[in-house]
């Protein structure tokens, strides 16, 4: 009987996560009953989301349960088919976890367009951390050409596209990201004007350099040591979209946010959101992403891990910004 | 020759300011020049936002000059007119600082409608304060009914105004105020659901108790323990007009603010704003606040004190809280 390894949740953190709190599992290859598909997982998402998951807290979304395999997005190419909407082969975008194989009654897969290569870009660009990235920009950050943008993570798999679509729409784009060499790739092969290295001295001073007109939109995806750093270098009338806290996700409590009094002298507009809630509202921005991706407007790099048994160690490093692009698991 | 009193600016307070801050000048009553005219200020307003015009610190407007009288709104009779839109003996609101008299070329001035009386409510429902009320919980509340909103100081110039407006929208007002004179007002007089006193023990409980549904809109106009007892007690996609922080104004560096993790979390919109900016956005918002005060829904509390003597021992009591309703000082 064919085996189904599975990367199982097996305690909740206090703090930071270890590679102890998960575990591997084996289960069988499951059967799809009648209407269902058996999906072969191909690539497997890791995104810092994940670790709310991890734990029980109060949260938009139900956390991962412990004993079964963590959540996560995937592509998948269709291994057997029950359900007359999909055939053999076909290659889906899916949401099926750290394991090998699932199986799914169709609901929430997607078809992918085979001409857009690689198939792991739905997870990126083309998928959850790209329709992040324009929604959350569109929608919140409201960007107008001639202003400053600033992005942290920004060789990441949301911060990549953020930065670029900025430039698309006449911003001045300028990154912040862990190391020469990330700083390095964002510059010249992402077309960021400028990129600034969070690890070091005078952060906020080099930011300010970085950004002579100030900062009009600044997406947040890191929180903690970069949102005080540059926190009094925003504009009136500035919009923080408020996409992820990375820096803050192991904390126990929250740390304290930007003080009130700036918001208000400055109109400032601070917003959280969660992709899913924003996503109908930008039907087109797939179809665009991918155009501007064909024609080298936009570009993604994909740091790709080989095997599921790897997936902790490299979720654990994506926590610490160890990855370079956006991250995924190839698991077959 | 007649005498022009005025309450000076005589230094920049550090923290919390006194008395002497302020000096009592006198200065000859100005002669109006072609195109101007002379105006004995009736009334003089004073807000919370005055104690940023003392300091010298980065804000939206200008501080006020040192040697020269504070600035502030007031309602004035025309005294003498050399400007053919204004006739002797007029009533407008005006923008003539704490003194007796002023002259203005006529920018700013607008003539009040004599049949709504107190004149004085043009400082108060009938103008800046009421607007504030009213363009910050439109633009950025979005009040739906059946919600439930909290606003501070809730028998005062903004608060009260905010909460009755919610009333009026069908959503469920929620007031804190200090002490139970205040609190009875609140409720009784002005319609509330429900106050809260915000001296006490087991602040956050019983606001709780006072939202069994949560908080969907906040309306800052405090910050300091108020908002940091009821941050916890808002709900997904709350929204929070943030107008004032009179708890922090005398803070030398403002106080941390909310985490943003919360923000995140619960997708709140936390925004800034000034009144003047939102004000073309609602032509209409005095014309009906001045039909709802006439039908008796929206009630209106002017805390006078007499002689512009009093203006600053009446604007330290202003920020502890001191007044009961709307302060304004009567000058003629």
């Known amino acids: 009987m064919p085996t189904n390894r599975q990367i199982l949740l097996k305690s909740r953190p206090t703090g930071v996560p270890s590679a102890a709190n998960f575990e591997l599992g084996e289960s069988p290859v499951p059967e799809p009953a009648e209407g269902e598909v058996l999906l072969r997982n191909l690539y497997l998402s890791l995104d810092p989301y994940m670790r709310g998951r991890m734990s029980d807290g109060p949260s938009y979304a139900a956390p991962a349960e412990v004993g079964k395999p963590m959540v996560g997005g995937t592509v998948s190419e ?10 053999k082969g076909d290659i889906v975008s899916s949401y099926a976890g750290w394991q090998e194989y699932a199986v799914s009654n169709g609901a929430g897969l997607a078809k992918l367009d085979a001409a857009v290569k690689p198939v792991s870009l739905a997870l990126g660009l083309l998928g959850m951390p790209g329709m992040t990235a324009y929604a959350g920009l569109m929608e919140i950050g409201q960007p107008k050409p001639g202003e400053t943008l600033v992005v942290a993570a920004a060789s990441g798999a949301v911060g990549a596209v953020v930065g670029q679509l900025a430039k698309l729409k006449g911003l001045r784009a300028v990154g912040i990201a862990g190391g020469p060499e990330k700083c390095k790739f964002v510059v010249e092969e992402l077309g960021f004007d400028a990129c600034v290295d969070h690890r070091g001295e005078n952060l906020r001073e080099r930011i300010a ?8 939109i600044y997406f947040e995806n890191v929180g903690g040591a970069v949102q005080r750093a540059l926190w009094p270098l925003l504009n009136n009338f500035a919009r923080v979209p408020v996409c992820g806290l990375i820096a803050d996700y192991n904390n126990t409590t929250p740390s304290p946010g930007p003080d ?12 959280g959101f969660i992709v899913t809630e924003l996503w109908p509202k930008y039907p087109h921005a797939f179809a665009e992403l991918a155009q501007w991706y064909k024609e080298g407007k936009i570009k993604y790099r994909i740091d790709e891990v080989q095997g599921l048994e790897k997936a902790p160690e490299a979720f654990l490093g994506l926590l610490q910004g160890k990855n370079f692009g956006k991250l995924v698991v190839k698991l077959a």
């Open 78 to 87: 269709i291994a057997a088919s029950r359900n007359p909407n999909f055939a």
């Open 209 to 216: 350099a970085a950004c002579p007109k100030g900062i009009d």
């Open 260 to 271: 009130l009094r700036t918001i208000l002298v400055k109109r400032i507009t601070v917003r």
